[in-house]
């Protein structure tokens, strides 16, 4: 596996913005509020020579129970057991706190290896309080400016020799164990199901909906640990964490994603921060399970996130959540197609999963689904047959004529996938309404069974042979 390294320390002492600092992106929310960060967040990071994967973690509390403080500082404690190094960041400005003795005396009692790291040096405006971080019994903490980048060196000099020191053959056979995915362990899913996997990249999928409707306990149980902050309180996920995960031999990019309200309800900048987040991880999924709660399906909320999912040409599947309490199943189900097929006109067919994130029931169906989603999002279909159907089309429903003249659509091709985009030629192309566009959109999803993935059709104009030989005439 791996070096993988665990930044820690007290809230708003500078953990993300030396993460993003040290991924060169800016993957995680940065805001002076105390308290931002919530899940942790891994990304490849690099610092001269040196590669390795670093984890950001919510704010070291003083918490205990089962509040919402508490059940973050579990998750912080589980990315220290998982981390093959520890970097403590405390604020040089702030001087030691009695979290930071606190904390540092934790971390002295675990085997992972610790490094002492005071922020916001820059300009010697901390060098009073980096000198008070020596009595944390860490050794000589390293002077930082992860805003200002100052003081990477030094960093590097603490990290290369434990980098180096990871055993290269056990990090092979780390990866080697990973991707032999033992079937016996696969809980939930069927390991006889015929299945071709495909390692040259990972499938990206994004996990959205409204705030509340179970995103990260469905994350949580694909993958078969608490690795996502959950609870009754709504909003909990305030940016869309990516994580690695491995289905049926095949690898999975899963990204959870913070809830989505409606704008004229984002009023903090927080929020606004963390719908763009969401809005970023759906740009990059190539499938998106749009997760609604079983009890109140089909929200005006629930229709614009689908409908944004479709101007990004995403592939869709519906998850209806919470399965687990709807009393008449069947007629639910069939409630939920009716007002599917009525809501959303322009993604006809998209595949509705009904389970229960909490139990896992149904959740079997899950994988396989977006399996089938994702392949026809890659379809790609052959001229001859586009064209055939093309005239088909045009006889049992020809276009308007346009200013007394017949429009003749002479020919289609499929230019590119995911999604389906195809060009139809004609020489009056721009005279072609936005109706008949919409017939021959219906036409195609119908003619070649392409449910739950948007399709584009553009309308180019051909060339007239005979335009120059005019020209030269006249």
């Known amino acids: 596996m791996p070096f993988k390294l665990v930044i820690v320390g007290r809230p708003n002492v500078g953990k993300s913005t030396l993460f993003n600092r040290l991924v060169g992106k800016k993957l995680a929310l940065v805001d002076n509020t105390p308290g931002v960060t919530r899940d942790r967040r891994e990304g490849e990071g690099r610092l001269g020579d040196l590669t390795f994967t670093v984890m950001d973690t919510a704010g070291l509390e003083e918490a205990t129970g089962d509040s919402l403080e508490a059940r973050m500082r579990r998750q912080t404690d589980a990315a220290i057991a998982d981390a093959d190094a520890c970097l403590l960041l405390m604020d040089a400005r702030a001087g030691v706190t009695p979290l ?56 590097y000099q603490a990290l290369q020799p434990l980098v180096d020191g990871v055993d290269a053959e056990e990090r092979e056979q780390a990866v080697e164990d990973a991707l032999n995915v033992d079937a016996e362990t696969e ?17 990206r999928i994004a996990v959205v909906g409204r705030p509340n409707v179970g995103k990260s306990t469905l994350v949580n149980q694909l993958l078969g640990e608490d690795r996502m902050l959950t609870g009754p309180e709504a909003g909990i996920t305030r940016d ?34 963390s719908v763009a987040d969401t809005l970023r991880a759906i740009r990059f999924a190539e499938v998106v399970a749009i997760t609604l709660d079983a009890s ?19 592939a ?27 809501l959303l006109p322009q ?35 052959s001229t001859s047959r586009l064209n055939r159907w093309l005239a088909d089309a045009v006889s049992r429903h020809p276009p308007p004529a346009s200013k007394g003249r017949a429009i003749n659509l002479k020919y289609i091709s499929q230019v590119k996938s995911r999604p389906p985009t195809f060009a139809i030629f004609s020489s009056r192309a721009e005279e072609v309404p936005t109706a008949y566009r919409r017939y021959l959109v219906n036409a195609i999803r119908e003619a070649f069974d392409l449910p739950a993935v948007p399709i584009r059709i553009f309308m180019r104009a051909r060339a007239n042979p005979f335009a120059e030989k005019k020209k030269r005439n006249n």
Not at 104 to 121: E, F, G, H, W
Not at 254 to 266: F, H, K, N, Q, S
Request: charge should be negative; include cysteine; proline fraction near 6%.
């Open 100 to 155: 930071d003795k606190r904390f540092a005396q934790l971390l002295r009692k675990s085997p992972t290896p610790v490094i002492l790291a005071a922020n916001k040096c820059e300009g010697g405006a901390g060098e009073a309080g980096r000198m008070e971080a020596f009595e944390l019994g860490l050794g000589a903490p390293l002077p930082l400016s992860a805003e200002h980048g100052e003081g990477m060196s030094a960093l």
């Open 187 to 203: 809980s939930a899913f069927d390991p006889d199901a015929p299945y071709e996997p495909d390692l040259e990249a990972p499938l």
């Open 240 to 273: 869309a964490i990516g994580i690695q995960w491995v289905w049926r031999g095949r690898r999975v990019k899963l990204w959870d994603t913070a809830g989505m309200r409606r704008r004229a309800r984002v009023t903090e900048k927080l929020e606004k921060l």
């Open 296 to 314: 109140i399906p089909f929200e005006r909320q629930d229709l614009h996130i689908a409908d944004l999912v479709e101007q990004e040409g995403r």
């Open 316 to 342: 869709m599947i519906i998850v209806v959540n919470k399965w687990d309490v709807v009393e008449d199943p069947q007629a639910k189900i069939r409630e939920l197609r009716e007002e599917l097929e009525r």
């Open 347 to 381: 993604v006809r067919g998209l595949p509705i999963v009904t389970l229960s994130a909490l139990t896992g029931r149904g959740l079997d169906k899950l994988m396989p689904e977006i399996e089938k989603v994702h392949a026809l999002w890659n379809a790609r279909i």
